[in-house]
């Protein structure tokens, strides 16, 4: 059987010529999945982009690409399109941003049947609702992406994808933000499809992800691959030493930190008995929560439960129903501080990155050198400075949004999912950087997180939402989380 | 695109030359010879007379020199006065938001040639009271299309982010919603200073606006109408003129829209 | 549906009416024959019957008696007697009118078909007075309680179908017209205030006569096989007014001065298109006993505009524009309006003009009334007007009213004549051609007041029209001798 | 429930606040104007061949126009309540009727005006801002340009003479058939057209450029169904915005082309009643404006907030 895509010593560059891809090859069959890890930022979403035949305008491509016949490099924007949608399809890393925000989530899948399959509108009505209750979003079909949570509108653009029924899909980090059963629902629809005679590609960071997927595995690192073979050899048995760390930096197989000295001052934050009800549900219906300094607190809870919204009410970026949040007072408001859950979401689109570390520099009189020092310890390149956000990778953006709210000393930080779009190894680097800040800078960190080992490895406390109330999920260090 | 901005700024040039060169270069516009009245554009007048035999070039350069310093200084407070209160507005929400969009749909209501009359009152035939009435008339478009936005660009989760970050709402308006706000406010300038010099032809037509013998571009047009089968190109030039003033800006702007 | 047919022809005009009564209306309802009056008037102002068949004044010119028509009825049906007449007549003399000018001392029925005017003192233009507009004959019916017209209940060949100040007015045929029986079924008035409108509604078949049209479209419209145009000389006058008083023109040489400094052939040619307009003399050819057609207009003659600036004592100052000897300013404001669209044009040309004479004037354009008003406050110095000396067919009154010992609000500021007063006098009971002549050269030397140019009043209409007939006085339209043949 | 009660009754306290505002400013405005209103109204009503100062002194008696000035107003404010708006100095009619009557036409045109805009400009805009510097945006940009340059007296005149006389299609002027209000409509539209189109076209190219518009070609959608369900939508945000405006001062605004076609509406008779000092029809029409824009400004709102839900949480 031919390969339905491939993609031979795919070279791209950016317009001043820095590659950014340096010969990647590979091939994806049908019935055959193929899982693509990597470190952040080595080209993993520019390598689906250029199957899809958009890579962004301003990089140059040389190699091959050929999808279902078609030289993908090389053809005509109309003969690329016209294969959009009915020989391939795809999930973009950032579902946020791919959502119309003025389209309710059912019009959003249920078009793909009516307008690129033709079905007929009460079944494409049907199948669309199917599609959100298997992945569990019933009811959720009326709301806009505004009212949806983060692991929400991934699960929609998953929906979408899963609507199209290509013979080629291509999906990037579709599981972050998702709780395990959920994810595992997800890996097992991804290897089902492909188990029809469709050619998957996945990008993941999730090592479980790609065991689950199981067909093959290819590894990428900086611009090149660096392994390529049946799951079951690559995950077990990796022979490049970058893979072998890789695989081996999995938050399971953390060292867990020694025990914290018992929390003491004044608190920094405290909510009492909160409650807040959006789009006339109750969301959370009494919640209590004391974070002193040096804390390390994370937040476990399925998709939906609250958990960004708790964030948004101890911050005040949205109106309690009820209950009282108290603020250690005599503090610049900015102190308390927030990592949004979608990194493109809180940067200013038209604003280059060194542009938007600039004003702050000046505006909180950081001298301009920590941000330097910061990058290098994140693993962020100085040129990645001059691009926009929309020019970046999705880690690489993540990264850039923990050294700008860690440059604030905080004395509060709200980190909504901060290693979601991080491979294990550069997780395994990053994430102690939050640890850090509390130990060393004595800011209280609440983390949310679907990750009950990275929860266990860096937290001091790890609590759960659930309807609407925060309960203890076990004591640290080491017992079962049991979710 | 960016053939089409210096196309842009090569009419404004052109024309701020015109303006500020012409009329001193040029005859007096108020000389009149009464039996050279609708003459065809020739060597001795290159753009031909009007009706009362004025060289049509030279009312021309010295219209433009006015037109375009009213309709800047008219646009220009408009400008100032609505993006400024409209900003305001949509960052105060609330009762002072109200009270503002109060204000705005007042000063729609007051007829605009009342409040042009009232300023022109002062100073009949003026320029700054002329344009001070223009930009009271204006200054509501710009107030609500800058309040729009700003209220769409501050609900955005990256405007969310800045205050967070610790960015005052001066920051948050000038960095986050001006540039978003730009592309459009370009295009309403553009045609907002055509309209301020057409605004002031509809007052010369119902007899509030220059007083004669100030050559201006909107009555130019309106005056030599009539004669348009007879002279069509000094009834079209500044008509053509006001069209280039605008263009330029339209084109000046032509490429902002596209957000990168 | 709106009553109007295909074969009711349109009529567009510029005359806005702002209420129902004579006052306001009666100009639009007096020309599409609605409303009549005791005297009509022909082409040469001659008063002719219409509601009254013969008159006759007193030996003592005290009283004259007007006989009314046998048969007259109004639209309601009741008859057009003395008593209704007086009482109409009473309630038009009381109001705004030129009737409320003459010296009216009472008007009174005598039996049923004869009206009695007492007056004060001679006054020989009195049947002129009554044929204008303002003067009309409504049917008592017409007035509601206050005394306000509430309908318009008129005696002419055609009733009011329609009314919808201040733009509309549809009349239907009146069957029970005293005259011979109109053939249109009715007409439509419409006020259209812009000249270049109403060309191309008429050229377009969408009216069927334009009344009014702009010298600029008049060529065009010549030239089209789809309209006839048709002009009469009317007897309107654009003319400067002057402030005799001001310390600019006490001085008589500076007003001739003026009237010197003025091309009035180039300004009546560029503007008006007909060179032959241009005048000197307050009273246009169309008033033949006021005319006088031995004087050419004044040539334009600026040295001796300058000498006789220079004779009382206006030198050349900075800037080319004179001063007194006190170091004033030559520079005055001369306003005028829009109503007339030529007005504007005209004093820019004159400014220009005056400008050459070393005389600096600012143009203010603003409302009619700017004049009268300027007039009474003192504020006026110049103003640019045109003034219909066939106000009344019979310019005396207009004479009187604007050459008065007062001077007049559309006429002389602060400058009157002994001479031009007693002769006005001996008028009020002797048609004397000598005098009225006298009268214009008196206004012509001392020039209170300087003419410019005169007027005609230009119509266009379909060819397919049968006769129309321009009354020069714009007292009719004589839509009861218009054909309109399918 | 509660929430459309609390909008509607902050909308009618922001009515009110209009209305006060407008009757009182408006009338401070006319009395701050130059000029003997009794000469003014006497002009307006009797014409400038009868105008003079005896005319003046009488309309003056009739209507004691010498009285004090602030009495009036509350008289007028008071009345206001009943939607008694006092009679016309000119005419002596009641005004709310006459209001009415030319509002009716006003808004008839306005909304013609609209209705021949919206289908000419927009597809032209979005077209534009599909492909930015492309041909069509070129011509589009330049048909705009000279559209807004020609005063609308030119224009309409242009109009006139073309479609009535040479074409014959359609009556020159006036409102005696149905078919007239399309030419001064057209002269309106034209110039509605080219502003909403360049905003359309910005707006177009605004959202071209955004992922989502992306994502939804990678989707498959044809190109129109793109535009249709994704582009349009958003892109009109901001254009519902500028043409709400467009709405608004056409209202007010179409003086000129109202008196060239003979058009009965409001700006004509606005024009005329400030002339004519007619306070209480100026301070009518006013209020009756300022009542239509707060009502058209919350259509707008509402529109916006339909087209763009994060609007419609109302918490910013
Ligand atoms: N439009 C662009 N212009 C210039 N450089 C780009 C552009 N898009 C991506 N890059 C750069 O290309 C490199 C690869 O990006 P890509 O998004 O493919 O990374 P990735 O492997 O998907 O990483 P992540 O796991 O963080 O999403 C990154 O260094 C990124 O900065
Ligand atoms: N504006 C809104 N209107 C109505 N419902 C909303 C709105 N915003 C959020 N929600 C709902 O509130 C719930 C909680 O959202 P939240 O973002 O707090 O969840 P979360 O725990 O962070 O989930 P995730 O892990 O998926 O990010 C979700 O069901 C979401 O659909
Ligand atoms: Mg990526
Ligand atoms: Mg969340």
Redesign the interface.
């Known amino acids: 059987m031919t390969a339905a895509l491939l993609v031979e010593d795919l070279h791209v560059a950016d317009a001043k010529g820095t590659p950014l891809l340096r010969g990647a090859s590979l091939q994806a069959r049908p019935g055959v999945p193929l899982t693509v890890l990597g470190e952040t930022g080595s080209g993993k979403s520019l390598v689906l982009l250029a199957v899809l035949g958009a890579l962004p305008p301003g990089l140059q491509a040389q190699g091959r690409v050929a999808l279902a016949g078609t030289e993908m490099l090389v053809a005509p924007p109309q003969a690329r399109r016209r294969l959009w949608g009915r020989t391939v399809s795809v999930l973009p890393q950032e579902p946020f941003l791919a959502l119309d925000p003025t389209m309710r989530a059912l019009s959003q899948v249920a078009e793909t049947y009516r307008l690129v399959r033709g079905f007929p509108r009460p079944r494409a009505q049907a199948e669309a609702e199917a599609r959100l209750r298997e992945l569990g979003l019933e009811g959720t079909g009326t709301r806009f992406p505004f009212q949806l949570s983060g692991g929400m509108a991934q699960r929609l653009a998953l929906a979408i994808l899963r609507a199209a029924d290509t013979p080629v899909l291509l999906a990037d980090e579709p599981t972050k933000g998702l709780d395990a059963p959920r994810r595992d629902e997800a890996a097992r629809r991804l290897r089902d499809e492909a188990e029809r005679g469709r050619a998957v590609v996945t990008v993941t960071h999730d090592v479980a992800v790609a065991r689950a997927l199981g067909g093959d595995v290819l590894i990428l690192r900086e611009g090149a691959v660096v392994e390529h073979g049946p799951a079951a050899q690559v995950l077990a048995s990796p022979s490049h030493a970058y893979s072998r760390a890789l695989l081996a930096a999995e938050p399971s197989r953390w060292t867990r930190p020694a025990r914290p000295p018992s929390p003491s001052g004044p608190p920094v934050m405290e909510a009492v008995a909160l409650r807040k009800s959006l789009g006339g549900r109750p969301l959370l219906r009494e919640v209590s929560l004391t974070l002193r300094p040096g804390e390390l607190v994370a937040v476990l809870g399925s998709s939906g439960s609250g958990k960004t919204t708790l964030g948004d009410l101890l911050l005040g970026l949205m109106r309690t129903d009820g209950g009282e949040v108290r603020r250690l007072p005599g503090v610049a408001p900015w102190r308390f501080t927030k990592l949004w859950q979608d990194p493109p979401a809180a940067f200013v689109p038209h604003q280059r990155l060194r542009q938007g570390l600039d004003v702050l520099s000046r505006r909180h009189g950081i001298p301009f050198a920590r941000f330097g020092s910061g990058m290098e310890r994140l693993g962020l390149a100085p040129a990645l400075l001059d691009r926009l956000p929309a020019e970046i990778s999705g880690g690489e953006l993540q990264r850039f949004a923990l050294l700008r709210a860690l440059s604030l000393d905080p004395v509060f930080l709200f980190a909504d999912e901060p290693t979601s779009r991080l491979d294990p190894l550069t997780q395994a680097t990053v994430a102690p950087m939050l640890r850090e800040a509390a130990r060393s800078k004595g800011a209280a960190v609440l983390l949310v997180t679907h990750d009950p080992d990275l929860a266990d490895a860096l937290a001091d406390r790890v609590l759960r939402l659930h309807e609407g109330r925060l309960a203890s999920a076990g004591c640290h260090p080491g017992g079962p989380l049991g979710l | 695109m960016s053939g089409a901005r210096g196309l842009g700024a090569a009419l404004l040039l052109l024309l701020g030359g015109l303006a500020l060169l012409g009329p001193s270069l040029l005859p007096d516009p108020a000389l009149q010879d009464l039996r050279s009245a609708l003459q065809p554009p020739g060597t001795t007048w290159w753009l031909g007379t009007d009706h009362l035999g004025r060289s049509v070039l030279a009312r021309a350069a010295h219209a433009l020199r006015f037109s375009l310093t009213l309709a800047a200084t008219a646009v220009g407070i408009a400008v100032l006065l609505g993006t400024g209160l409209g900003l305001l507005a949509a960052s105060l929400g609330g009762l002072a938001d109200r009270a503002l969009a109060a204000l705005g749909d007042a000063t729609l209501a007051l007829p605009g040639l009342l409040l042009v009359m009232v300023v022109v009152a002062f100073a009949p035939g003026e320029i700054l009271p002329l344009s001070g009435g223009v930009a009271l008339a204006q200054w509501v478009h710009f107030f609500r299309v800058a309040r729009a936005e700003a209220r769409r660009v501050l609900a955005l989760p990256h405007a969310e982010a800045a205050r967070v970050l610790g960015f005052g709402p001066d920051y948050v308006l000038r960095r986050l919603v001006l540039p978003e706000l730009r592309p459009i406010l370009l295009t309403l300038v553009g045609f907002g200073l055509g309209t301020a010099v057409l605004q002031v032809a509809a007052l010369s037509f119902v007899g509030v606006g220059v007083r004669p013998p100030t050559p201006e571009l909107g009555s130019m047009t309106t005056e030599l109408l009539p004669y348009l089968p007879e002279a069509p190109v000094q009834a079209l030039v500044p008509a053509v003129l006001v069209a280039m003033l605008v263009l330029g800006f339209q084109l000046l702007s032509a490429d902002e829209g596209q957000k990168p | 549906g709106d009553g109007t047919a295909p074969s009711w022809p349109r009529i567009v005009a510029p005359g806005e009416f702002a209420g129902l009564d004579l006052s306001r209306a009666g100009h639009v309802l007096g020309r599409m024959g609605v409303v009549e009056t005791l005297v009509g008037a022909d082409e040469a102002g001659r008063p002719t019957p219409e509601l009254a068949v013969s008159w006759a004044v007193s030996a003592d010119h005290a009283e004259w008696r007007f006989r009314l028509r046998p048969g007259a009825r109004f639209h309601d049906g009741t008859p057009v007697d003395a008593t209704s007449v007086a009482s109409a007549l009473s309630h038009a003399a009381a109001g705004v009118s030129v009737l409320a000018r003459a010296p009216l001392a009472g008007i009174a029925p005598d039996g049923e078909d004869v009206v009695v005017f007492r007056l004060h003192r001679p006054f020989a233009p009195l049947p002129a007075f009554l044929s204008h507009a303002g003067s009309g004959v409504l049917a008592p019916g017409s007035f509601g309680g206050s005394g306000r017209v509430d309908r318009v209940i008129g005696s002419g060949p055609f009733r009011v179908a329609q009314i919808h100040p201040p733009h509309r007015l549809l009349v239907a045929r009146w069957e029970g017209w005293w005259g011979a029986a109109p053939r249109l079924p009715g007409a439509l008035y419409l006020a259209t205030g812009q000249g270049e409108t109403r060309a191309v509604m008429v050229e377009s078949g969408e009216a069927q006569i334009a009344i009014g049209l702009l010298p600029a479209s008049l060529a065009r419209l010549r030239r089209r096989v789809r309209v006839a145009v048709a002009s009469v000389p009317t007897p309107r006058v654009r003319m400067l007014k002057l402030d005799a008083a001001s310390p600019f023109f006490r001085d008589q040489r500076v007003r001739e001065a003026l009237s010197l400094a003025l091309d009035r052939e180039g300004i009546a040619g560029a503007l008006l298109r007909d060179a032959t307009l241009a005048t000197d003399q307050l009273f246009p050819p169309a008033l033949a006993d006021w005319h006088d057609p031995s004087l050419g207009p004044s040539r334009q003659d600026l040295a001796g505009a300058r000498a006789l600036l220079e004779a009382a004592g206006w030198r050349p100052g900075p800037g080319g524009i004179r001063q007194d000897a006190l170091g004033q300013r030559f520079a005055v404001e001369l306003r005028t309006f829009t109503t007339w669209p030529e007005l504007p044009a005209m004093a820019t040309a004159i400014q220009a003009q005056l400008r050459e004479a070393g005389i600096a004037v600012s143009v203010s354009i603003g409302s009619s009334s700017d004049i009268p008003r300027g007039h009474r406050d003192g504020r006026l110095q110049m103003g640019l007007f045109t003034r219909q000396f066939g106000l009344v067919p019979d310019p005396l009154g207009t004479v009187l009213s604007d050459y008065g010992q007062a001077g007049g609000d559309w006429g002389a500021m602060n400058w009157h004549s002994e001479e031009l007063l007693a002769l006005a006098a001996s008028l009020g009971t002797t048609p004397d051609r000598s005098a009225r002549r006298r009268i214009g050269t008196i206004l012509r030397e001392e020039r209170p007041v300087i003419p410019i140019a005169s007027s005609t009043l230009a119509v266009a209409a379909t060819p397919r029209l049968r006769g129309l007939r321009l009354d020069p006085f714009e007292l009719r339209f004589h839509l009861q001798e218009l054909d309109w043949p399918a | 429930m509660m929430g459309v009660v609390r909008i509607l009754l902050?909308r009618l306290a922001?009515a009110g606040?209009?209305a006060v505002?407008?009757g009182t400013?408006?009338f401070a405005?006319?009395h701050?104007?130059?000029?003997?209103p009794a000469?003014?109204i006497?002009?307006?009503?009797?014409?400038?061949?009868?105008?003079?100062?005896?005319?003046?002194e009488?309309?003056r008696a009739e209507l004691g126009l010498d009285g004090p000035v602030l009495p009036r107003l509350l008289r007028w404010l008071g009345r206001v309540i009943t939607l008694n708006l006092g009679h016309s100095l000119?005419?002596?009619?009641p005004v709310l009727p006459e209001l009415l009557d030319h509002l009716a036409h006003t808004a008839m045109l306005a909304a013609m005006a609209l209705a021949l805009a919206l289908p000419l400009g927009l597809p032209l805009g979005v077209l534009a801002?599909l492909r930015?510097?492309g041909a069509v945006d070129r011509v589009v940009?330049?048909g705009?340009?000279?559209l807004?340059?020609?005063?609308?007296?030119?224009l309409g005149?242009a109009l006139?003479?073309v479609f009535?006389?040479h074409l014959?299609w359609l009556?020159?002027?006036?409102f005696?058939s149905p078919a007239a209000i399309l030419l001064p409509a057209l002269t309106l539209a034209l110039g509605v057209a080219?502003?909403g189109g360049?905003?359309a076209?910005?707006?177009v190219?605004?959202v071209e450029?955004?992922?989502?518009l992306?994502?939804?070609?990678?989707?498959?959608?044809?190109e129109a169904?793109v535009v249709r369900?994704?582009g349009l939508?958003?892109a009109s945000?901001?254009v519902v915005?500028?043409l709400?405006?467009q709405f608004?001062?056409l209202l007010?605004?179409a003086?000129?082309v109202e008196?060239?076609?003979?058009w009965?509406g409001l700006g004509h008779a606005?024009?005329?009643a400030?002339?004519a000092r007619d306070v209480p029809m100026?301070q009518g029409?006013?209020?009756a404006?300022?009542?239509?824009?707060?009502l058209l400004?919350a259509l707008a709102d509402a529109l916006?907030a339909l087209?763009?839900?994060?609007?419609a949480?109302g918490?910013?």
């Open positions: 902050a922001q606040f209009v505002l407008v400013v408006g405005l006319m701050s104007l130059p000029g003997d000469f003014r006497a002009a307006e009503r009797y014409g400038p061949d009868m105008v003079d100062a005896a005319a003046a009488a309309v000119v005419s002596g009619a801002g930015p510097g940009l330049l705009a340009v000279l807004r340059a020609v005063p609308p007296y030119a005149l006139m003479v009535a006389l014959g009556p020159p002027a006036g005696e080219a502003l360049r905003v076209r910005d707006a190219m605004a450029a955004s992922p989502f992306r994502f939804a070609r990678w989707k498959g959608l044809s169904a369900r994704h939508r958003n945000i901001p915005a500028v709400g405006l608004a001062a007010e605004g003086v000129v008196s060239l076609f003979s009965p606005l024009v005329h400030i002339f100026v029409a006013a209020l404006l300022g009542l239509g824009f707060v400004n916006a087209l763009d839900p994060r609007r949480r918490t910013l």
